[in-house]
């Protein structure tokens, strides 16, 4: 039983470099996503902003052709005052003259403010796209990583799940069997020491009785009543257990 435990442990071994590796190759994918999906907000909120100073050019334009307009009627206006034939006519073209001024000053107001609104929006604009730069630069970085590094990570594994499929030849099918249903249910860890009477699993006490035959080196396997890993005994972590003064369950 004792070789079968090892060679479990070492299954385990692997099965958790198998994990990390995975780990570490979908933490990059996850990144990619992340950024991609950061790279695309920031290009629509780009994209909103420039159709927003479109915008306000296209109005900015409109009102300019205005006052030009007011302009027009105001230089008529007075052409029209040097040829002035009555007081009645003299009055009318004043107050037409009057309106269009009127009128010019209202619109040259709002291109002022609006001016003033397209250099704020030209400045938000730049800005943005300053930041869609740097996201998408982070973005292709990131993508120029995992395409480097992406044969590596395959290997890995590969090799991994080679290594585990020699080890497992020499481990009885049902034991195997187990040890994959248990790792499946307590988190990639389905074998684990006991230290000082405590399943390192879970960090429950164990049994007396357990204990005393994990220490014989038992010939069945032994669970914690807890968690339900299978327990193995670490004569190395005997050790640490006696120096911190627990004492090891008596063998008589
Ligand atoms: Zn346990």
């Not at 107001?109 to 996201?135: I, S």
């Not at 080890?167 to 230290?195: F, N, S």
Request: charged content about 40%; hydrophobic content about 30%.
């Amino acid at each position: 039983m004792e070789s079968q435990i090892l060679l479990l442990k070492k299954i385990q071994d692997t099965d958790i470099q198998i994990g990390l590796q995975e780990a570490e190759r979908r933490q990059h994918d996850a990144d990619r996503e992340r950024l991609a999906s950061e790279a695309k907000e920031y290009e629509d909120r780009f994209e909103i902003i420039k159709n927003e100073l479109e915008e306000l050019e296209k109005t900015r334009l409109t009102l300019e052709e205005e006052a030009a307009l007011s302009a027009d009627r105001i230089k008529k206006s007075e052409e029209r005052l040097k040829n002035i034939k009555n007081d009645r006519e003299f009055k009318a073209v004043t107050k037409e003259m009057n309106a269009a001024k009127k009128e010019k000053q209202t619109k040259e107001g709002e291109v002022g403010k609006l001016r003033e609104k397209v250099d704020e929006k030209k400045a938000l604009m730049r800005e943005q796209e300053e930041t869609l730069k740097n996201k998408k630069t982070e973005l292709e970085a990131k993508i120029a990583y995992i395409e480097t590094n992406k044969e590596k990570w395959e290997k890995t594994i590969k090799d991994k799940k080679e290594e585990k499929t020699a080890i497992a030849k020499d481990i009885a099918p049902p034991l195997l069997k187990r040890y994959e249903t248990i790792r499946e249910k307590r988190q990639g860890i389905a074998i684990v020491p006991v230290a000082g009477g405590t399943c390192q699993g879970c960090h429950m006490n164990i049994p007396p009785q357990a204990y005393i035959q994990l220490q014989k080196g038992s010939s069945d396997l032994i669970f914690c009543p807890h968690c339900h890993r299978i327990l193995y005994w670490n004569p190395a972590l005997k050790t640490s257990e006696q120096e911190k003064g627990k004492p090891a369950i008596s063998k008589h």
